[in-house]
């Protein structure tokens, strides 16, 4: 038996549908055969989000992610992941209310750098990820050192995922402009990049970049099946999984 993965989605459904389509594969890859992962998939409508962000209204968001949150674990989810990383922004409001691990996306993807034997490590992803604190701090916090774009690129790279990425566009021309923009981070002294927003997974893969790609995606999802199919598959043995916290 394996534990019940549970997804809090919709941030967009384009990167959710990523999220389920690696978990299984990913799963089906480890155990063979007919395998697939167990898992729930709740789906929060983006507009409600999108619209909390624009105003910075983060409390309300976090209580919406917390109530979706503990419908996953009512449900039987073992574990919680949060299928995007700008709302990552309250993730300890979600955390705080579930008894299930909570599996934090920056603490999964910065392992993946230091395993690398990165320290510098360049960051993509929405205005708010790259330009708050919450994202970044995570990270000084595993001793890695962050480099975000400039000021008109970080613009260029939120608009590609908000006007084009979440409504399912996938431009050839906005993938140039995101190498462009990895270029410069390793001119800068960038031993890696993150992809930090879910979305940038479907736009930018490793042989679009001149460094080392770490997809944040994917790697959340690698660590939730590590841990789904770890030994001693059972709900009351779930607790001592929050290895990120």
Request: with cysteine; charged share 25%; aromatic share 4%.
């Given at each position: ?36 992962a167990r ?19 983060w409390a ?186």
């Amino acid at each position: 038996m394996t534990r019940t993965i549970g997804l809090i989605g919709g941030m967009s459904w384009e990167s959710s549908a990523e999220y389920y389509r690696l978990l299984n594969e990913e799963t089906r890859r480890r155990l063979g055969g007919h395998h697939c992962a167990r898992s729930l998939l709740l789906t929060v409508d983006f507009a409600e989000i999108e619209a909390m962000q624009r105003a910075g209204d983060w409390a309300a968001a976090g209580r919406t992610l917390a109530r979706a949150a503990r419908t996953l674990e009512g449900a039987g989810a073992d574990m919680v992941l949060l299928c995007t990383n700008t709302m990552h922004r309250v993730a300890d409001v979600v955390e705080a209310k579930i008894g299930v691990p909570f599996l934090h996306i920056v603490d999964a993807t910065a392992s993946r750098i230091l395993s690398a034997g990165i320290t510098t490590v360049g960051l993509l992803g929405t205005r708010f990820t790259m330009e708050m604190d919450f994202y970044r701090d995570r990270m000084r916090a595993h001793g890695l050192e962050v480099v975000v774009p400039g000021e008109s690129d970080r613009a260029l790279v939120h608009d590609v995922i908000y006007r084009e990425l979440t409504m399912n566009r996938i431009e050839d021309a906005s993938r140039a402009s995101y190498r462009r923009v990895i270029s410069a981070l390793a001119d800068r002294g960038a031993q890696g990049v993150i992809l930090g927003c879910t979305e940038i997974t479907l736009l930018i893969g490793p042989g679009d970049s001149p460094l080392p790609v770490f997809d944040s995606t994917r790697i959340h999802v690698e660590r939730a099946v590590d841990l789904a199919l770890a030994p001693g598959a059972d709900r009351a043995a779930a607790s001592p999984l929050a290895t990120g916290r």
